[in-house]
């Protein structure tokens, strides 16, 4: 079957604009994640979706970021206002989690390369 | 705060060879533990999964332990091969706290 989709795969934005990543998780996947990877350093937590919901905001690093989910499925990423720092690859991984439990393998998507210049 | 650390950072070796990754972590209440690897300009892809209670898991070449108690985990491959060439990540418990990665070189 399909596996998780991101979009746009590349985004170059100027400096102060906002920007809206997309990710489709695997179908029926309940819990999706997204990450980044900014250039020489690890990856980074930055949300957890079960469902439609949040529960897990914590590595969201500043207010001009935020996230949401509709109808357990399809999730946005929007950055407003961007900055420079912000350049790096966006990642959505997706699994069966189910709330309470360890939860499955994240099957990840192939990212989004954003350039704020 | 969870730290996770893999050493050593870059690794080469001839085709053939195997080999050790390791990783550590300092906080022993995890879920699991993910090993992934990541190919230059690609995504992400999941080599093993080990649950909190379990010690190891084994796909084909590779096989990786975990030791809750020491905060350790190795994923060891066997008769390396060039398409082995990548970037090898781990990562523990549910939101994934990751480590920084093992750059592989297998030269043939």
């Known amino acids: 079957g399909a596996g998780v989709s991101q979009s746009p795969s590349n985004k170059v934005t100027e400096k102060g604009k906002d920007v809206e990543l997309r990710c489709d998780p695997i179908s029926g996947h309940t819990a999706l994640y997204w990450y980044r990877q900014s250039l020489g350093q690890g990856l980074e937590f930055l949300i957890y979706f079960q469902g439609n919901s949040a529960p897990d905001k914590s590595g969201l690093p500043s207010d001009r970021f935020s996230a949401e989910r509709t109808g357990g499925s399809v999730s946005t990423l929007t950055i407003q206002r961007t900055q420079q720092e912000d350049s790096a690859v966006y990642l959505c991984a997706s699994s069966s989690r189910l709330a309470g439990r360890s939860t499955d393998t994240q099957y990840f998507g192939p990212g989004t390369r954003l350039t704020v210049l | 705060k969870q730290e996770v650390t893999q050493i050593p950072a870059a690794l080469s070796v001839p085709e053939g060879e195997n080999l050790v990754l390791n990783c550590s972590f300092t906080?022993?209440?995890?879920?699991?533990l993910q090993w992934f690897r990541q190919d230059p300009g690609k995504g992400l892809t999941s080599l093993l999964l080990?649950?909190?209670s379990q010690r190891e898991q084994t796909s084909g070449r590779l096989n990786a332990s975990l030791d809750k108690s020491s905060g350790r985990s190795t994923l060891y491959i066997a008769a390396s091969q060039p398409g082995d060439s990548a970037t090898y990540l781990c990562?523990?418990?549910?939101?994934?706290?990751w480590g920084l990665g093992t750059s592989l070189a297998v030269n043939p």
């Open positions: 990562a523990v418990t549910a939101k994934l706290i």
């Open positions: 080990i649950q909190s």
């Open positions: 906080d022993s209440a995890i879920y699991n």
